[in-house]
């Protein structure tokens, strides 16, 4: 059998497009793996250095934050500056390193810290003015006495004050620098109360 020209153009014509077809599949397929990695590891970076979801279980920062409230945690402010009285941190406690409390600072490190019988909150002998508590305070705990704190710890209270444990408590205690996973951000959830949150 005799082809023409024409034929076997054509058919040098049709097995270009089928190998330039294939050459476009394998680099959109490529493409779409570089994609799905990049994202992968973007937001690996995001979790890990940055911030991240956590959601708010429990009573024990009323009125401030509710039960089921979902929330950002952002961890850059700490890598640039130390945390600052009544910021609302996110840490493991000592008792269960797996699990994440959310609390407010109230004491420095370097600072003495003590709640006297009537409830109020004294910093190196001064009376703490502040206005986050619901009601006084009415169980001290280990704080009845002067805690002093080390160089990298930190003292926390949940706003809840009757109904929350916290460093009055020798299952949480001082909370280490070290160990502050960040700064409670952002509410994203509910609707009705998204925004970000006041710390000072």
Known sequence: ??????????????????????????????????YILFVIALTYLIITFVGQRTMVDGRSMNATLNDG?????????????????????????????????????????????????????????????ENYGLETIRNAGRAAEPITLGDDEYFVLGDNRN?????????????????????AWLRIWPLSDIGFLKHQ
């Open 163 to 183: 109904n929350s444990k916290d460093s009055r408590s020798d299952a949480v205690g001082n909370v280490k620098r070290s160990s502050i996973t960040g700064r």
């Open 69 to 129: 409230d979902n929330l950002i945690v952002e961890k850059l402010s700490y890598r640039f500056g130390d945390p600052e009285r009544f910021d609302i941190i996110v840490f493991p406690p000592q008792e269960s390193p797996k699990e994440h409390y959310i609390k407010r600072i109230i004491g420095l490190p370097g600072e003495t810290v003590q709640i006297d019988a009537e409830g109020k909150i004294y910093i190196n002998g001064e009376v703490l003015e």
């Open 1 to 34: 059998m005799i082809m023409s020209n024409e034929t076997v153009s054509q058919e040098n014509s049709n097995k270009q497009e089928e190998g330039a077809k294939k050459t476009d599949l394998k680099k959109e397929v490529l493409s779409w793996i570089f």
